[in-house]
C-alpha cells in the first residue's frame, strides 16, 4: 500500500498518531466480534448460572428454528421490496430531474432532505399515516372497500415497513442516480437521437446500460441499508410483528438477546449477520475495484 | 435535451411534483397533527390543514415532556442528541485524520496490519455485535453517559479511507516544499495539510451530524436514564404510549423537532452534503 | 554561500536499481551548475539527494565544510524551486515567503523586511495579497523563485523550474534567472532537460546519461568538444550526425581520414559544418538524396539520406538553398570538423 514518496522520520509519533483509533477500534470492535464468536459457541442455562461449551450447536439449532428461518425469509422480502421501490422511484425521478434545466437544483433540494430524518422517525411518520383508527390512509382505503390494519395483517404490517424504509432511502438513491445520470457524455444521446432512437429508447439501450455501475452499486448499498439500517423502522413500529412478519434479522438479534436474554442464540446470529456483511463488502469492493480498472 | 417539446415538459413536471409530494407528504401530516388539540383524534380522522394548538403543544414537549410515558422534556433530549452528534462528529474526524496522516506520511512497521484493523470496522456495525458491545460499555461503567453514547461510534474506517485518499492527491512537493522549509510533521500537518482539508472535512462534518444525530438503537440499549435520552430514542417511548392514548397530536410535535436540525444541516450545506455522500461512498 | 562537494554518491532504491551510480563533483562558491539529460538520466534524484529529499545509500555529501548526508532538508541551508512551484495553495504570496522565516523563528519585522525586499527584487510587490490561484503561471513561478530568495540560503536548488512555462516566458525567465544569480552570486544547481537552457544558463554544465557523469564542462567545451558519443547527440540542435569510417572511406575519403587517432571507427559532424560549397582544404565529400527541406526562415534544416546507406542524416545552412527535394546534393567535410569516437566504449578518441 502506497505512502508519499517522501515520509517523515519518526519513531514513535505514527503510532501515537494512530493510537487513538486503534485502540477504540480494539476495544470497541474487535473485542465485541471476539466475544460474539466466542459466545456463539457457548449455551447458557435457563437461570444463567451455568454455561458449557456447546460447540456448533447454536448455528445448528438456528438452521433448524422455523422463526429464524421465517426471520431469513421475512428479511429477504424487506430487502429486496424496500431495495425496488426505492430504486425505482428514485431513477424515475433523477431522470426526470436531470432533463430539468432552470428548476433542477430546486427539484434535487425538495427531494434530497429526507435523508436528514432518522429511520426510526421515519418509521414513526408513516406508522401514523397508515394508523388504523385516525390514519389518512387507511380511511382512503376504507372508501376502496379494504380494510387496513398492520396490527393484525401481517402483509400490511410488511407494506408499511417497507414503504417507510424505502421512502427514507429514496434521497439517497436519487442523488446516485443524478451523479451517475450526469457522467454519461450528452453526445452519446445526441448520437443516438440522430440514429433516429425514440426518447424511451434511448433511455433503455443508451443511458440504461451506461448506469449500470451506479444500479449495481446502489443494489448493493440498498440492500445493506435495508438489513441493517433499519433497526429504527421496525422497533419503534411493529416491533416485528405481528406474528413474526416483520422480525428482520437484525430485529430478532436484539430481540432474542436483550429481551430473550438467549446470549448464545443471539452471538450465533451476530456472527451469521457478520458475515453477510463481510460478503456484502467484498461483493461491493470487487465492484469498485472493477469501476476504476474501466 | 435533444429535444425539449412542451407536452413532455409538462409531463416531467407533473411527474416531479407528485414525487415531491411524496417525499413531503408524510412530514406535512405530522405538521398538520403538530397543531391539533387533544381532542381531534378521538373523533376519527385527522383534518388536512392545521389547527390551533401549535404553540401550546410545541412548548408543552419543549417543557416537560410526555411523563406518562416515561419520556423527558423535548428540550433536554433534543440537548442529549446535540452534545451526542457533535461528540461522534468531531471525535470521528480528529482520530481519523490523525490515523489517515499516520498512514499516508510515515513508513513504520505493521503500516498495513493497522490499515486493515481499522478497515475491518466497515464490517462491523453495532447493530451485528449489540449484546458483547453492549457488555464491554457496561464493564467499563460508561452506561448512562456521554462518553458512552459516543465513543464506541466514534471509530470511523470510512472517513480514515477519505482522508487518506485525499491526502494521497495532495502534490508530493507540498511535503518537499515544507520540509525545506522546515515544517516538522505535526507543523506540516497543523499549517498545511489540515487548512487543505478544510472542504473535505466540512463535508464529512455534515454527514457525521446527520449519522451521529439519527442513532437509535446505541442509545436505546445504553441509556435507562431519562436524563441520557437522545430525541430519536425518546419518541419510540412516547408512541408506545401514544398508541394507546391519543397523544399523537404531541408525538407529532416531538417528531417535528426531532427530525428539523438534520434538515436544517442538509438544507444549508446542500453542496457540501452531496460532496460528502458522493465521497464517503465512492 | 557555500561550495557544495559530492563524493561518490550513490542511489539505489530496494538495494537493486541504482539511479545514481557513483556521482563525483566539487561545485564552487558562486557557481551556476547546469545538470542536464534526458529524462530518467538521474539529474532529478541526484538533486533531490543534495535537497536531502532523497537519502543518500552511499558516498559524502558536503555544503561548506559540513557534511550533510544526514541532516534534514530545512538544516542544509538550502532554498528550491520546485517544477510545478508547489506554493501553499491557502497562503497568500507573503505567508509563502514568509513560511521558511517563520519556521526558523525570524523577527515579525525581519520577515517583513526580507519579503518586502525580496518582493522588490522580483517585482511580485502587488500580488503580497493574493493566493497562488489568482495568479498567472510566470507569476507563480516568481512567487517560487521568490520564496527560495527571501532565505538568504547557502545554495539555490532549481528543478525544471522553467518547464511549466509557455515559450515566450521561458525565454524571459531564463534572462531573468542569469541576470538575478550574477547579482546574488549564490552557489546554484540548476536541473533541466533542455539543452538550450543548459547552454544559456550554466557556468558549467554536468551531462547525465543513466545515473552517471557523461562529461563536465563550460558550455563551449561541451559544445566543441564533446567527451563522448552521448554528449555529442545529446547536445546541439539538430543533433550532431554519426557517420561510419568504414563508409566514408568506401567512397573516397581524399586521405582526410588517414591520421585519426587509435581507435576511432566512427566520425560526428554537426549539421552546420557539412557545407554545400567545396572549401579550399582537404575535404571529404558526401552524395546524398534531399529527403525534406525544413524552412525556418533564418536557418533551413537539410534531412537527407546518404548514397549507399540508410543513415538519414540533417544538414543545417542558413537561408533558403535553392534545392529541390529528391535533389542529389554533395556536402563537404573539412577535417577540422571531424569529431573521431569509438562506437564501442563511446569515447572520444583524440583526447
Not at chain 2, 25 to 43: E, K, M, W
Not at chain 3, 318 to 347: K, M, W, Y
Request: aromatic letters at 10%; glycine letters at 6%; charged letters at 15%.
Amino acid at each position: 500500500m502506497q505512502t508519499k514518496r517522501m515520509t517523515f522520520p519518526g519513531r514513535w509519533l505514527p503510532y501515537a498518531l494512530l493510537a487513538p483509533q486503534v485502540v477504540i477500534t480494539l476495544i470497541f470492535f474487535i473485542w465485541p466480534a471476539s466475544q460474539a464468536l466466542y459466545q456463539s459457541l457457548l449455551r447458557e442455562d435457563a437461570f444463567g448460572l451455568r454455561t458449557t461449551f456447546v460447540g456448533l450447536e447454536n448455528f445448528v439449532r438456528l438452521f433448524g428454528d422455523p422463526l429464524y428461518l421465517n426471520s431469513m425469509k421475512v428479511t429477504l422480502i424487506f430487502s429486496l421490496g424496500t431495495t425496488l421501490l426505492s430504486m425505482s422511484l428514485a431513477l424515475l425521478l433523477a431522470v426526470t430531474v436531470n432533463r430539468m434545466i432552470r428548476s433542477r437544483s430546486s427539484y434535487t433540494t425538495l427531494l434530497v432532505w429526507p435523508y436528514a430524518i432518522a429511520p426510526a422517525i421515519a418509521g414513526v411518520l408513516w406508522w401514523f399515516i397508515f394508523n388504523p383508527s385516525i390514519g389518512i390512509v387507511p380511511y382512503l382505503l376504507d372508501m376502496l372497500g379494504y380494510r387496513w390494519n398492520h396490527r393484525t395483517s401481517g402483509g400490511d404490517a410488511m407494506l408499511l415497513v417497507i414503504i417507510a424504509a424505502a421512502w427514507k432511502q429514496i434521497s439517497y438513491n436519487v442523488l446516485f442516480f443524478l451523479a451517475g445520470l450526469q457522467s454519461i457524455p450528452q453526445s452519446l444521446i445526441e448520437a443516438a437521437a440522430i440514429d433516429g432512437a425514440s426518447p424511451l429508447k434511448r433511455f433503455w439501450t443508451i443511458v440504461f446500460p451506461l448506469l449500470s455501475p451506479t444500479t449495481f452499486f446502489l443494489l448493493v448499498v440498498n440492500v445493506v441499508y435495508a438489513m441493517f439500517d433499519t433497526f429504527g423502522v421496525i422497533h419503534a413500529t411493529t416491533s416485528g410483528g405481528p406474528s413474526q412478519a416483520t422480525n428482520i434479522l437484525v430485529y430478532k438479534v436484539y430481540a432474542d438477546g436483550f429481551v430473550g436474554l438467549n446470549l448464545g442464540s443471539s452471538a450465533a446470529q451476530s456472527v451469521i449477520l457478520m458475515a453477510i456483511v463481510i460478503a456484502l463488502t467484498v461483493v461491493q469492493f470487487r465492484f469498485i475495484e472493477r469501476r476504476v480498472n474501466y | 435535451m435533444v429535444e425539449n417539446r412542451p407536452w413532455s415538459n409538462l409531463f416531467a413536471h407533473l411527474i416531479l411534483i407528485a414525487g415531491v409530494a411524496l417525499v413531503l407528504f408524510p412530514v406535512y401530516v405530522a405538521i398538520i397533527a403538530s397543531t391539533q388539540g387533544p381532542g381531534q383524534f378521538l373523533r376519527g380522522t385527522l383534518p388536512l390543514l392545521p389547527g390551533g394548538h401549535a404553540i401550546d403543544n410545541y412548548r408543552a414537549m419543549l417543557d416537560t415532556g410526555l411523563s406518562r410515558a416515561g419520556a423527558p422534556p423535548v428540550g433536554l433530549m433534543l440537548w442529549n442528541s446535540f452534545i451526542m452528534a457533535m461528540a461522534i462528529t468531531i471525535g470521528k474526524l480528529a482520530i481519523s485524520l490523525l490515523s489517515a496522516f499516520a498512514i499516508v506520511y510515515f513508513r513504520f512497521p505493521f503500516r498495513v496490519f493497522f490499515f486493515w484493523l481499522i478497515f475491518i470496522t466497515l464490517m462491523l456495525p453495532v447493530e451485528v455485535r449489540i449484546i458483547p458491545t453492549f457488555q464491554v460499555v457496561a464493564n467499563l461503567g460508561m452506561l448512562n453517559s456521554f462518553a458512552g453514547l459516543s465513543i464506541p461510534l466514534i471509530a470511523s474506517a470510512t472517513a480514515t479511507f477519505l482522508f487518506r485518499q485525499f491526502f494521497m492527491t495532495v502534490p508530493e512537493e507540498l511535503l518537499e516544499a515544507a520540509r525545506v522549509d522546515g515544517a516538522g510533521p505535526l507543523k506540516f500537518f497543523k499549517d498545511i495539510l489540515l487548512p487543505l482539508s478544510i472542504t473535505n472535512i466540512a463535508a464529512l462534518f455534515v454527514i457525521m451530524f446527520i449519522y451521529g444525530w439519527n442513532q437509535y438503537l446505541w442509545p436505546l440499549l445504553i441509556t435507562t436514564d431519562p436524563d441520557y435520552y437522545t430525541v430519536v430514542m425518546g419518541i419510540q417511548r412516547m408512541t408506545t404510549a401514544a398508541d394507546g392514548d391519543p397523544l399523537w397530536h404531541l408525538v407529532m410535535a416531538a417528531v417535528v423537532m426531532a427530525a428539523l436540525p438534520p434538515v436544517l444541516v442538509i438544507l444549508f450545506m446542500q453542496r457540501l452534503f452531496v460532496k460528502g455522500l458522493t465521497e464517503t461512498e465512492k | 554561500m557555500a561550495s557544495i562537494t559530492l563524493e561518490g554518491l550513490k542511489k539505489s532504491y530496494d538495494g537493486k536499481i541504482q539511479a545514481v551510480k557513483g556521482i563525483d563533483l566539487e561545485v564552487a562558491d558562486g557557481e551556476f551548475i547546469v545538470l542536464v539529460g534526458p529524462s530518467g538520466c538521474g539529474k532529478s534524484t541526484l538533486l533531490r539527494m543534495v535537497a536531502g529529499l532523497e537519502t543518500i545509500s552511499q558516498g559524502e555529501l558536503r555544503i561548506g565544510e559540513r557534511r550533510v548526508n544526514d541532516l534534514e532538508p530545512a538544516e542544509r541551508d538550502i532554498a528550491m524551486v520546485f517544477q510545478n512551484y508547489a506554493l501553499y495553495p491557502h497562503m497568500t504570496v507573503f505567508d509563502n515567503l514568509a513560511y521558511g522565516l517563520k519556521n526558523r523563528g525570524f523577527k515579525r519585522h525581519d520577515i517583513e523586511r526580507r519579503v518586502a525586499d525580496t518582493a522588490r527584487m522580483l517585482e511580485i510587490e502587488t500580488f503580497l495579497t493574493r493566493k497562488p490561484r489568482q495568479l498567472s503561471g510566470g507569476q507563480r513561478q516568481r512567487v517560487a523563485m521568490g520564496r527560495a530568495l527571501v532565505r538568504e540560503p547557502a545554495a539555490f536548488l532549481l528543478d525544471e523550474p522553467l518547464s511549466n512555462l509557455d515559450a515566450k516566458l521561458r525565454v524571459q525567465m531564463r534572462v531573468e534567472i542569469k541576470q538575478l544569480q550574477r547579482r546574488l552570486k549564490t552557489t546554484s544547481l540548476y536541473v533541466t532537460h533542455d539543452q538550450l537552457e543548459a547552454m544559456t544558463l550554466g557556468d558549467r554544465l554536468v551531462v547525465l546519461n543513466q545515473g552517471q557523469i557523461e562529461q563536465v564542462g563550460t558550455p563551449m567545451e561541451i559544445y566543441t568538444r564533446p567527451a563522448t558519443m552521448f554528449v555529442a547527440t545529446f547536445i546541439g540542435s539538430p543533433a550532431m550526425n554519426m557517420l561510419p569510417v568504414d563508409y566514408l572511406k568506401e567512397r573516397g575519403a581524399n586521405g582526410v581520414l588517414d591520421n585519426l587517432p587509435q581507435g576511432t571507427d566512427i566520425v560526428g559532424v554537426r549539421p552546420d559544418d557539412m557545407r554545400m560549397q567545396a572549401p579550399a582544404q582537404p575535404h571529404l565529400v558526401v552524395e546524398s538524396t534531399l529527403e525534406l527541406l525544413e524552412a525556418a526562415g533564418a536557418e533551413s534544416h537539410l534531412y537527407v539520406r546518404l548514397a549507399g546507406s540508410e543513415q538519414p542524416t540533417v544538414i543545417r545552412t542558413s537561408g533558403q538553398p535553392p534545392v529541390a527535394e529528391g535533389e542529389t546534393l554533395r556536402f563537404h567535410v573539412i577535417r577540422d570538423a571531424l569529431h573521431p569516437f569509438n562506437r564501442d566504449t563511446g569515447q572520444r578518441t583524440d583526447c
